[in-house]
């Protein structure tokens, strides 16, 4: 019985990994063909997969690969946040933006633009600040959470507040920045909404880079299964050998590290972190992180990538310029949040 | 294995939880810590499943100050159980008690063995829960769940487990049917029994030793036909009680309200 049941929930996996991939692979090339002119999704195919490209599609693919790719790495990136947080929080409901790290990020970069305008050009270090931003907002979200009583309501009312409180701050502080930096391409709306349109391939290879550490840490930490006891409470975690409190913080960590890579390349991309791991653990049938965690990072990337798409078409098609992706996730993510609220899966 | 805990005291805070506490735990035998509300058992249980590290004292492991294993030894040793499980995510049966299974795992394998299912289908026959595996933690009922307890803390094939109130929320037969598996298992496996009870009768009936706490100190401790039969158990619980003998020397007890003593 024992023996039956998880082999049947591994071979689900295994054909979810299997077709999600494809999935992923199909929405790459629909995404390097859409565009302000549009290249047909046969030459896009040929000139990925089979090296066979004329000059002007090798170019424009070229020069979409690096937004096309971010949107992917954004969506893995998020959704792994996101698996990470919702077992760390013990909360379904939990996740970078409703938590506050993404606000609190994007405030940190708003001052340090402020205080520093150069900063603007080197990526990693916006990427730093980024990340001590989404981890003093973690801290300040559970530390009001704690102060209310701890319970999961508390957790999540606490990171509204302190979300709406850095949106706002972020708003403000970016508004006077781009007055101030009226000259540079700088375009505030777009951090606050997240965006990919800005993106360079040096930010796909950053992302790409973080996110391959990320999974070589998780592997090597042993993070799903540690995750999968923590769940079950401290006392059962620590009975297992394992030390909830660094495990918590050393997640948060990574967390944030993830987060603030991302909200430093494309600003604010709220609900994908809430959205995936849902879906994850409803497709796959289980919430084992050993499998949600891979299948999270698959569904978000193609998440984002279907929203990006989305927000492009929308910008060809309605004559008001660029459509932010944080946009299309809010309006897709906002009724699932709701949703999910009621009904657990 | 033997466990000694040796004048054990526990501090929350300031508040004292226990009190220079010993005991001397044996293999194959039940001992039940008996107390009222916030006398200590669940404290001493989590100190002797050093969950709690002691304020004052040390407990002991064949010998050796269970401070100097390693947490992956010691967890494979000793199994510690709540009489309920916190449910944040939808897991499954199998999920949880599979979790028992990770102080033997290796970490650079991803999933479980072959041997790891199998200690688990086994045990999930043996307790009758094979049916409920694949069901979600929050729909199995509390005299199910319990069982599940148990194959969680024997999943791990420890030499110790400690029971906090695992006849909680049960109704009487659950009750005896609990007690029935600790004590096969008991006997079966030759492990360390300890199980915070709150129900005398439970524990006049299974119990090989018992330990009554009060505000955290040991304040009697010898075979249930002694213990429980003093006067001193009417005094810590505030009640009345009346011995029925039955065979083998064995006693059962029924508690009584103050009132109606005389």
């Known amino acids: ?345 | 294995m033997i466990i000694e805990v040796e004048s054990v005291s526990l501090y929350y805070d300031s508040i004292e939880a226990l009190n220079d506490v010993s005991l001397r735990l044996e293999p194959g035998k039940i001992t039940c810590v008996l107390g009222p509300n916030g006398a200590g058992k669940t404290s001493l249980l989590k100190v002797i499943a050093a969950i709690l590290w002691p304020s004052q004292g040390a407990v002991y492991i064949d010998g050796k100050d269970y401070r100097l294993y390693n947490a992956k030894e010691l967890a494979k040793m000793v199994a510690y159980e709540e009489p309920f499980i916190s449910r944040s995510l939808p897991m499954t049966v199998l999920d949880f008690i599979l979790t028992a299974r990770y102080p033997h795992q290796n970490g650079l394998r991803y999933l479980e063995s072959d041997e790891d299912l199998k200690v688990v289908e086994d045990l999930a026959k043996e307790l009758n829960i094979a049916h409920l595996l694949s069901r979600k933690l929050d729909s199995v009922s509390s005299g199910e769940l319990q069982r599940v307890i148990i194959a969680h803390a024997l999943a791990k094939k420890p030499r110790a487990i400690l029971l906090d109130e695992p006849s909680a929320f049960l109704d009487i037969k659950y009750r005896f049917d609990i007690m029935e598996q600790v004590k096969k298992y008991t006997i079966k496996e030759n492990l360390v029994t300890v199980v915070a009870l709150h129900d005398l009768h439970l524990a006049s009936m299974y119990c090989d030793t018992i330990i009554l706490l009060n505000n955290g100190s040991v304040v009697a401790c010898g075979k249930p036909s002694d213990v429980l039969t003093s006067s001193v158990i009417e005094e810590t619980y505030g009640i009345g009680i009346r011995v029925i003998e039955l065979d083998h020397g064995q006693v059962a007890i029924i508690p009584l309200p103050k009132t109606r003593k005389e």
């Open chain 1, 1 to 345: 019985m024992a023996m039956e049941l998880r082999k049947a929930v591994i071979a689900r996996a295994t054909i979810l990994v299997f077709s999600l991939t494809i999935l992923l692979l199909i929405l790459l090339v629909v995404s390097l063909s859409i565009g302000s002119s549009i290249i047909s999704i046969k030459d896009v195919f040929s000139c990925v997969f089979l090296q066979e490209c004329d000059r002007v599609t090798l170019n424009i693919v070229r020069y979409r690969i690096a937004r096309s790719t971010t949107s992917f790495l954004v969506g893995a990136l998020l959704a792994l946040s996101g698996t990470f947080i919702q077992a760390v929080a013990r909360n379904p409901l939990a996740e970078p933006y409703i938590l506050g790290l993404s606000s609190t990020a994007l405030s940190a970069i708003a001052i340090t633009i402020l205080v520093y305008p150069g900063v603007i050009v080197s990526r990693i270090s916006l990427m730093i600040v980024s990340f001590c931003g989404a981890f003093a907002g973690y801290v300040l979200t559970t530390l009001l959470s704690t102060l209310a009583g701890g319970s999961s309501l508390s957790l999540i009312l606490s990171g509204i507040a302190v979300t709406t409180m850095f949106s706002g701050i972020s708003y403000m502080l970016l508004y006077v920045a781009q007055t101030k930096l009226a000259g540079l391409h700088f375009r505030p709306d777009l951090m606050l909404l997240g965006s990919t349109a800005s993106a360079q391939i040096i930010d796909a290879q950053i992302l790409f880079t973080i996110l391959a550490i990320g999974i070589i840490v998780m592997y090597v930490y042993d993070l799903p299964r540690k995750l999968n006891a923590y769940v079950f409470g401290d006392s059962l975690a620590k009975q297992l050998g394992y030390n909830p409190r660094s495990l918590s913080t050393i997640t948060a960590l990574i967390v944030s590290i993830l987060t603030g890579a991302c909200v430093s390349v494309v600003g604010i991309v709220g609900f994908i972190g809430l959205v995936a791991p849902h879906i994850a653990r409803l497709i796959a049938g289980t919430s084992d992180h050993r499998i949600t965690v891979i299948i999270s990072l698959l569904v978000g990337s193609i998440l984002s990538a279907a929203a990006d798409i989305a927000a492009k078409m929308m910008s060809i098609y309605m004559p008001y310029g660029e459509f932010p992706l944080g946009i299309v996730t809010s309006i897709i993510g906002a009724p699932f949040f709701s949703i999910s609220d009621n009904k657990r899966w």
